[in-house]
């Protein structure tokens, strides 16, 4: 932990309103059941004022319109959004290069700052360019040609094939691969299958953060985009030619197919799929395991498999619970319409 901060400079961090103390020092962040004396908390909706009460915090990151008597406070408009903010402030510590471990190993004509980490059992290929304030994990390989921006974290057991291109600001998290072929086939009359050359690369964007054990396939042709500011989750697979647009977000076990395309602030649920050539628009909401079809324009919010309009599935779901009550209440109408139909025929 870095030095002791104030309530006054952590307020002017998230433009916050500070109302008690704003010299009451602070020297780390806890949640509001285990925060201590000299710590901060947060409390993202006013109905969790028992919960602050009882806190041992020195100080709360609350809602804008939230009043406590004789507690300092940080009045904000998003407690969540100013939390995260504030906490990696705190976290924050200032790079310290380690250098390049005597067993990584270096390929030829590299370009690698001095200010790297680079640990051991690390495998850099030739003509690699790697910025200032990189961080390369044990076990990493690094595939000829490729290049990394500035400030960079690239963790343990992270693939990065040939070629491709990561921008600055970028964390891969442990067994991630990035820039592994396309799945891409042609099928011949006797149903044998040829493989299709796979000779584009991936391109990461800036400030973009890759989980654990996700696959971005590099492009047949051309390049697989993943822009500025997206954020992926563990277990997301990505084929060949996606474009994600800048901001979005993927959870855990999404899979784009083959030119997928996405725009901006695009949301993806947990299991969430969409099938190839498709396009996505600006700020659209997937559900969990909803199966995407077809182009959708900006604002679309889906849910479903296949994917439909999400206020109509969700009507669809809660009749599907009460099918086995409708299938009676219609066998029991179509006994009744029978014997109607019986008395008029006497």
Known sequence: MKEKQTVGRLAALVDGEVVGDAQLPISGFGPLDAAGPGQLSFLAKAAGRALLEQSAAAAFIVPADFTAAGTTLIRV???????????????????VAAGIHERAVIGTDCRISPEVSV?????????????????????AVIGD???IGDDCMIRPNVTIEPRCEIGSRVTIHPGTVIGSDGYGYATDRRGCHVKRPQLGIVRIGDDVEI?????????????????????????????HNVIVGENSLLVSQVGLAGSTTLGRNVVFGGKAGAAGHQHIGDRSMVAG????????????????????????????????????????DIRQLKKQLARLQENEHR
């Open 289 to 328: 395991k909803a199966a995407v079809h077809g182009d959708h324009p900006p604002d679309s919010q889906l849910a479903g498999t296949p994917a439909i309009p999400a206020k109509q599935w969700f009507k669809a779901a809660s009749a599907f619970g009460r099918l086995p009550e409708i299938v009676r």
């Open 119 to 139: 640990d051991a059992l690390a495998v850099i290929g030739d003509r690699v360019r790697i910025g200032e304030r990189v961080t390369i994990g044990a076990g």
């Open 211 to 239: 989980g654990a054990n996700t696959c971005v396939d590099r492009a047949t042709f051309g390049v697989t985009w993943i822009k500025s500011g997206t954020k992926i989750d563990n277990l997301v697979q990505i084929a």
């Open 145 to 147: 040609d490729v290049s």
């Open 77 to 95: 408009a998003d407690p969540y959004l100013a939390a995260a903010i504030i906490q990696n402030a705190l976290l924050q510590r200032p790079f």
